[in-house]
Every structure is written in structure tokens, then in C-alpha cells.
DNA sequence: TAGCACAACTTGTCTGACAACCTGACGTCT
DNA sequence: AGACGTCAGGTTGTCAGACAAGTTGTGCTA
């Protein structure tokens, strides 16, 4: 059992996200009225400005609808169907795994079918995130672009699109990452542990070698999965 | 002449819809920072308070993201599309190639997880579907709750998840797909000409064998893809 | 030039205050 | 009894101010 992501988030999301679960366990029924601000303030120890950005972000998401002088009201549960939300609620090792396993393959298909176009934004995504190294921020955003094109050379809009919308929901999990990867002191022997093997993915996808580009794709991954589960 | 309860809406919902306008209209560009908060109150004639509420609505919205100390950008223009609405709007072969992609791996992922009752479930998929030949309809459950038995065995509840989302979205078309063998008379000669590979792919399951898996999977699934290609 | 210290800026959070609004209770009138 | 109006209490909407916490760029130092 793991819960939400361990980032170390400002109160406003740790809110949010409490609520949400609490919506989604049924704790009000859509149609229901939450407490008072001020109330959920003094339950969740926080002020009432802060209780108040939280609804607003549910609201924003649309899952409650507050009526001023009335109270705010549940609108909807989380729909199952949400990808997005269900990937929040899972576990990251469980998130990430399904993700490299999608990447594994999309790199197989783009080493059957990747273009020129394909081959020089890989290599572009390359030197971005070697070009992004020591801000992290801008690194996991590189790093994010660059798994992304290898997807994108698969040809396959379905793929990109899924493949997107584990990567936006992983983004704060990613941060973490390198957070503990920092912690342990992992980092400090060479920056980008991963330089070589994305090189050698693009050099497979390059080519056109599925079986390699599918190998080393899975091998990188799997690092930082390991990572992730300790 | 009247026009109908013209509610006031309040001060937040109008500046959340004036900037998520402007996010639209590209005033700031994915990755772009947006103001500060002071600014933008200034801007918008409105309260600091305010504008930080707007701003948790696009944020629960998925379209902006704010880091402490740096400032708000923008990381979508757009809210993520539903993912069953994104795969209905797709194509036929798109959707089928991204579910089996993932359901090779999840052959893999499951030769090593796989308990008793995994393997005992999946021979009662198989003789489930033996069981349904000749009825279209419930030969295409039994064999949708086949795969799903071969994904569940890898123990991944955002896998399992997520490949239940493609089979339900995918029903119809597999219907279709009976229909287009029927044309070809393909079923003629064998009326399951899938049996000894799905065996197969339990066995390869049952054997621990992740890399055979994986393998007669992906011919098994290559054969109704082709089909569905033409 | 490389590294460090610091100031300026930005978001995060809390408090207090008042305005705008809704709801239900209560009393009055028909 | 039923319809209606009034009102008090609770609730959200908005603002201002203050301080904490984090980031970034600048300029100085070694």
C-alpha cells in the first residue's frame, strides 16, 4: 500500500489530494455538501485560505461546485474511466512499470519504422537533455521529450497519446526521483548515468534493429525502476 | 424584455476563464511562466487571493503547474482527452496494435508472476472458450476474458486496468473482425483456428518461460491484426 | 574564470475582516 | 392550515497585510 506521491508538496495538494480520496471513498456522496471551510480547516490543520485553493482545485478538475452562501457540493466521483486519476491513485512502481513496458515496445516499432524526421529529433532530444544537465527541472523535461520522440517514431497515434499521459502524470514522481537518487548520492560519480544508454537506443532504432532497440530499451528502464521499488 | 437569471458568476470563475482564454489563444506557450500573482491581480483588477484561486482552477484543470519560489507556467493548452473517447475516435488497427502491444508484455510479465490460480484461471478461459464456439457473442467474451486472465497474471492493477478499457472500447470492432472472416471464409476450415495458440501461450505461461511468451503471443495476435489491416 | 554570498522576486500559508448570499426557522396574515 | 415576509445564522467571496520558504540572477571574491 503506497500513498500519494512522497514529493514533498505544499499543503494545498496534500489537501486536494485528501479530499479527493475521501470523495472518491464515498465519504460524500455526489450530491452531498461538504463542511464548512473553516471546519475542514481545523480537521485537515490548515487555514482557511489554503482549504479554500484546494476546493478550487477539485473544482477546477470538476469534481465539486461551491455555491456561495450555500456550501460546496460534490458534482461527481472520480470517473473510472480517467486514466489520469488512476494513475494518481497508483503505486509509482506500478505506474512506471506499465510505462517502460509501453516504451519497450514503441521502441521496437520505431526501429521498423522510424523516418529521417524521427532520427534527427532523437538525436536532438539527445543533446537537449545533455544540454539540460544540473537543472532538474529542465533535465527531467528533456528527458520527457526525448522518451517521447522514441514513441512518437512508432508511428502510432494511440501510442503517443498514451504514452503522453503517463508521462504528465509521472512528471512529480520523475522529480522525486532524482530527489532520492540525490539523497543516496548516486549522482555524484556521473551526472547522467543513462547518457550511454540512450545513445545506444537511438543507435538501435537507427538501425532498424527491433530485437536490440527492445533490449536496451528494457535494460535502461530497468534501472531506474529498481530505484524506484527500493 | 428580459433576459433570463443572468447570474453575477463570481470574481475567480471570471479570471480563470479570462487566462485559460489567453492560455488558448498562445499568449503563453506550453513551458512558458506566466506573471506573478501581483501582476496579474493588477492586470485582472482583482485581489491576490483571487488570482491564486483562478490559478488552483486551471491547476486542478491539468493546465498549469506552480513551483514555489519560481513562479506559474503553463504545462497543456488543453485539458487530456478521455482515453475511451480517444481510442473510439481512432483507428481500428491503431487501438488493436497498442492492446496487443501491451498484452506481449503482460504474457511476459505473467510467465514470471503467474500463481496456481492464475494458471488455473486461464485453463478455465480456455475451456470457457471452447465451450462458446458457434455463438459469436459469447465466444468474443469468453475470448476477451481470456486475455484479461493473461493480464491479470502479471499482477499489475494499472495493466489490468488499462487493457480493460481497450477490450471493453474494442467489443464492437471484434465482432466486426468474426464478420470480415466470415466474408473470407476463413473460419471454414477450422471454426477456432486460434485454440493451439492460445494453449500455447498458457503453456509458455506455465513453464515460467517469459521470453516464449512473449513470443507466441505475438504471433497469435499478429494474425487477427493482418486481418484487421486490410 | 570558477565559486560563493546575497538581494530581489515569487509562491506558500495564515490571520482577520467585511461583503454577498443562501437556508431554515419563526411569526404574521389570509 | 397554508401562504408569505422577515430575520438570524451560517457559508462562500473577496480583499489586505504579513511572514515563511523557495528560486534566480547578479555581483563580488578568491
Redesign the interface.
Known sequence: MTFGPLRRS?L?GQA?ERLRDQIAAGRWPVGAKLPGEVALGKELGIGR?TV???I???????LVESR?GAGVFVIATEP?????A??RR?SAA??Y??RN??E???AM?AAERRTDEDLAALDAGLAARAAALGDD?AYI?ADIAFHASIVAAAH????T??F??FQ?TMRPSLLDLLAVMDEKNLRTASPDPGADAHAAMVAAIRAGDAERAGRVTEAELAVSLGILRE
Open positions: 505544499p494545498v486536494a485560505s479554500r485553493e484546494a478550487r482545485a477539485l473544482a477546477g478538475a470538476g456561495q473510472v474511466e480517467d486514466l489520469p488512476r494513475l497508483a506500478e505506474v512499470e506499465v513496458l509501453i519497450v515496445r514503441a516499432l527541472a523535461d502510432n497515434e494511440v501510442l497519446d498514451l503522453a499521459v504528465v
